[in-house]
């Protein structure tokens, strides 16, 4: 298995609701990544774990909050959202963040915030 | 801080022709990775091709090539053969060596080949 596998593809999301996206990995990759990807504009990085702990966090708002339950898998639950906040958010893996062979990357999710 | 610049936002070219995609980096590391990625309309990111700074020689993956240029930070993509499958956003990414690598992208470029 070479994929990193992101559900549910799309999603609409009230200003008050609470909502989870989810990414897995079975390829054995220690590092986990979650991007950000505004229309025609390049990812930006939100979080990075390594060896199932936070190691970075972009200065996030707390809306966005990240979960690593082990090391194959990758959420990041969404609450109280802006508008502004709709975007694709793209998981990525990598085999640990000390090598560097780039990343693979999901499909992403495409979030609607109404 | 590392920067990634690319010049040209959209670029044409008519299926298999050559197709040359530029970026500039600027960093003071000496241990550092640069990358090709591509994001079709599927939305996926593919690594396109990798090349190690300390590396002189210029990596290929079939019909694509890069011009590494470090002195002068420069990192183009050469796309031979160009095909209707390649149309996508191109982008030039970097990323430090070390502990808590991170990639940086450049702004991307548009591709479109042309049948």
């Known amino acids: 298995d070479t994929e990193v596998t992101q559900t549910p593809k799309h999603l609409v999301m009230g200003m008050t609701n609470k909502k989870s996206l989810k990414c897995e990995q079975h390829m054995g990759h220690r590092a986990m990544y979650w991007y950000k990807q505004k229309a025609k504009k390049p990812p930006e990085l939100m979080f990075v774990y390594s060896y199932e702990k936070l190691s970075i966090n972009e200065s996030v708002p707390s809306r966005f909050s990240p979960e690593c339950p082990n090391s194959s898998l990758l959420n990041l639950h969404l609450h109280a959202l802006q508008p502004e906040d709709s975007a694709l958010y793209l998981c990525a893996s990598s085999q640990d963040t000390q090598i560097n062979y780039g990343y693979t990357f999901g499909s992403g999710t495409r979030l609607t915030v109404v | 801080a590392q920067t990634v610049t690319q010049s040209q936002p959209e670029m044409s070219v008519q299926e298999a022709e050559t197709v040359t995609l530029s970026c500039t980096y600027d960093?003071?590391?000496?241990?550092?990775?640069l990358f090709w990625y591509k994001q079709p309309p599927s939305r996926q990111m593919i690594l396109v091709i990798r090349?190690?700074?300390?590396?002189?020689q210029n990596a290929t993956e079939n019909r694509f090539s890069v011009n590494f240029q470090k002195a002068a930070k420069s990192f183009s993509l050469k796309i031979s053969d160009s095909q209707l499958g390649d149309t996508a956003m191109y982008f030039c990414?970097?990323?430090?060596?070390?502990?808590?690598?991170?990639?940086?992208f450049g702004t991307g470029t548009l591709l479109a080949v042309q049948p």
């Open positions: 090349q190690e700074a300390y590396k002189q």
């Open positions: 960093t003071s590391e000496s241990n550092y990775y």
């Open positions: 990414a970097f990323m430090r060596g070390g502990a808590t690598n991170k990639l940086i």
